[in-house]
């Protein structure tokens, strides 16, 4: 797949924080997305896969880890019942750009969780990370004044000013 705009197609699920048994999530016909539910039904799961399948570091043991610090409840932790349950915990992405369609897999489990190669070039295309928490919002606020905000968000989304100083 060439450089360029890519959608995202679809999130599967299996063995993953709150979602232990296999879930995917059609995206295909949406092109914004919103995540809406009561506490403890995965929103934060669905985050937190993504996040997974795009970072160098992302490991199952340390999202686990921050849902048991949130008091998300036992549901988000579904993820510890997967070897018991014989489900081998995975992310799986599917992404669009155009006509064509790319997969990428990966396991959230062992020594080796390489980043699939979707992800790889997705990440390439990211000028700031697709995911931000809110600590990582309030810092960044807090850090800048209001300009200096303005410009940041500007150069990320390649904005010109709305008003030119003479």
């Known amino acids: ?5 890519y959608l995202l197609h679809s999130l599967s699920l299996a ?17 914004c997305l919103a995540i809406f539910a009561p506490n403890g039904n995965g929103k934060s799961s669905i985050i937190d896969a993504l996040e997974f399948m795009f970072s160098k570091e992302g490991t199952l043991e340390r999202l686990g880890l921050n849902t048991a610090h949130n008091k998300a409840g036992v549901a988000a932790l579904a993820h510890n019942m997967a070897e018991e349950a014989k489900i081998e915990p995975t992310v ?22 390489p980043i ?17 928490r809110g600590h990582t919002l309030r810092s960044f606020v807090e850090a800048h004044s209001p300009e200096q905000r303005y410009a940041d968000v500007a150069t990320w ?4 000013p709305l008003v030119l100083r003479s």
């Open 15 to 31: 063995g993953f924080r709150a979602y232990l048994q296999p879930k995917t999530f059609d995206f295909s016909k949406k092109r």
């Open 1 to 5: 797949m060439a450089d360029g705009p």
């Open 116 to 132: 699939p190669a979707i992800a790889t070039t997705l990440n390439g295309c990211f000028v700031v990370s697709p995911i931000i």
């Open 157 to 160: 989304l390649q904005l010109g």
């Open 92 to 113: 799986a992405i599917g992404v669009i750009k155009g006509k064509e369609v790319a997969n990428g897999r990966r396991t959230a489990i062992g020594a080796k969780r």
